[in-house]
């Protein structure tokens, strides 16, 4: 995911030294067996497709194409986030004005997807992003709260949960 202008640059000047790779494919590998030249142009071919996926998302946010961002979980409301930015026109720079913080916290927030941001800072962001995020919590069903329990269930030891570490 590109998450601003100069990430945009680094990956449009990818995108374009693998498409010159592409044209130059079958001259680079003369010697090769056909097998192998193929592996090396699909994988190629693959990695500018991505980098061209990059490039177009970045650009219909920044266009504001994309008007909604459907999330599966909460744990992607950091990309969503980013991705709001770039759709509201902000930068990283606008952002922290608008939050009172300094631009390089916003590149430490979104460095790691807001793994550092408190609830109350989440929440500062969305409302200085001027989005809004429509609630839905699915309770488990009773297989699935089984399963949950399991997962999260504690391990089997001989000593008491809450022993003391006094002797």
Do not use: W
């Not at 100069?6 to 990956?11: A, F, L, M, N, S």
């Not at 309770?139 to 709260?145: E, F, I, N, V």
């Not at 329990?149 to 002797?167: C, G, I, M, Q, V």
């Amino acid at each position: 995911m590109i998450a601003n202008e100069r990430e945009y640059d680094i990956t449009k000047a990818a995108a374009d030294e693998f498409a010159q790779a592409l044209a130059h494919a079958d001259e680079q590998g003369v010697h090769l067996h056909p097998r192998i030249k193929q592996a090396m142009r699909e994988g190629i071919e693959s990695q500018l497709q991505e980098l061209r996926d990059q490039l177009a998302e970045f650009d219909a946010l920044r266009d504001n194409h994309i008007a909604v961002l459907e999330l599966d979980s909460l744990a992607q409301l950091p990309e969503a986030l980013i991705r709001a930015r770039t759709a509201a026109g902000l930068t990283q720079k606008e952002l922290a004005r608008r939050l009172g913080l300094k631009e390089q916290q916003i590149q430490r927030y979104e460095a790691t997807r807001y793994a550092g941001a408190n609830l109350t800072r989440i929440q500062a962001v969305v409302e200085a992003l001027g989005v809004h995020i429509h609630e839905r919590v699915v309770m488990p069903t009773a297989a699935s709260r089984v399963e949950t329990a399991r997962t999260y269930a504690a391990p089997l030891t001989d000593e008491p949960a809450f022993a003391s570490s006094r002797k």
